[in-house]
């Protein structure tokens, strides 16, 4: 299993007995590759075995790459979206995961006017009150939910959140759980359709997909460990 095409069908086949575990079909799950500091023939490498749709962090590193690369892939942004890089990121992105507080909602929601875009988004939530991790804290995003999906240049399609870093894939459950349970209670008090789930990653993507993801976010199971890798633009290619 040291190939990323071997790597790569390896997860496919995981994220469809999941499904199956699910009451559901591979067809149901979107599997984001997340090429985040690998470089263009890391990338590329994948997209050949056939997988069309990667997830990046930095909008600067996106910015570099994107344009390199067959214009047939998709891009999801899955990083902390700083208030100025909103602009570079728009034209980038088909789904940006982690809008994370009420305060950049109006900032995207803001520019997003400006520049003739409805970008679709999901809202991050830091399901486990982490000190060290974005997201809207669960009870502040019922609070402020209303507010949130009253910003009409956004298309608001689900939330995402990420599990604490655990040793053991059924560590992650409860916190999947309670994003599922949360969506469910926003679109009965609030009345809005949240159909998308972002959850699990490459140690837990199966647990996330049994317990209701849409969409998993997978880097190294997919492209190996980052461990020591930097984007560098200028070499183009990792140091
Ligand atoms: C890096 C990253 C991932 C992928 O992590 P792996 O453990 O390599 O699968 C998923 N989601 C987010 C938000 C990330 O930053």
């Known amino acids: 299993m040291d190939t990323p095409e071997e790597r790569l069908a390896a997860v496919l086949e995981n994220v ?26 890391a990338i590329r490498r994948v997209a050949e075995a056939g997988h069309a749709l990667f997830g990046e962090s930095r909008v600067q590193e996106a910015k570099a790459k994107i344009p390199l690369l067959p214009g047939r892939l998709r891009w999801h942004f899955i990083g902390h ?10 034209p980038l992105f088909e789904l940006f ?21 409805r970008p679709k988004v999901l809202l991050e939530v830091n399901v486990a009150g982490e000190a060290s991790k974005f997201g809207f804290a669960p009870d502040k995003l019922q609070a402020q939910i209303d507010e949130v999906i009253a910003l009409d240049r956004l298309e608001i399609v689900g939330l995402m959140a990420m599990a604490p870093l655990a040793p053991e894939p059924e560590n992650s459950r409860p916190y999947f759980r309670e994003l599922r349970e949360l969506r469910d209670r926003l679109e009965r008090d609030a009345g809005v359709g949240l159909p998308q789930l ?11 997909i049994e317990e209701g993801a849409t969409l998993v976010r997978v880097g190294s199971a997919i492209f190996g460990t980052r461990a020591g890798k930097k984007w560098s633009p200028a ?4 140091a």
């Open 235 to 238: 070499g183009g290619e990792d």
């Open 198 to 208: 972002s959850m699990g990653m490459s140690g837990d993507y199966s647990v996330a």
């Open 81 to 90: 979206l700083q208030k100025n890089k909103i602009r570079a990121a728009l």
């Open 97 to 117: 995961h982690s809008v994370d507080s009420l305060e950049i909602a109006q900032q995207f929601q803001r520019i997003a006017g400006e520049e003739g875009h």
């Open 16 to 41: 469809a007995a999941a499904a199956a575990r699910s009451g559901r079909t591979a067809d149901d799950i979107e599997l984001v590759a997340v090429s985040k500091t690998h470089d263009l023939d």
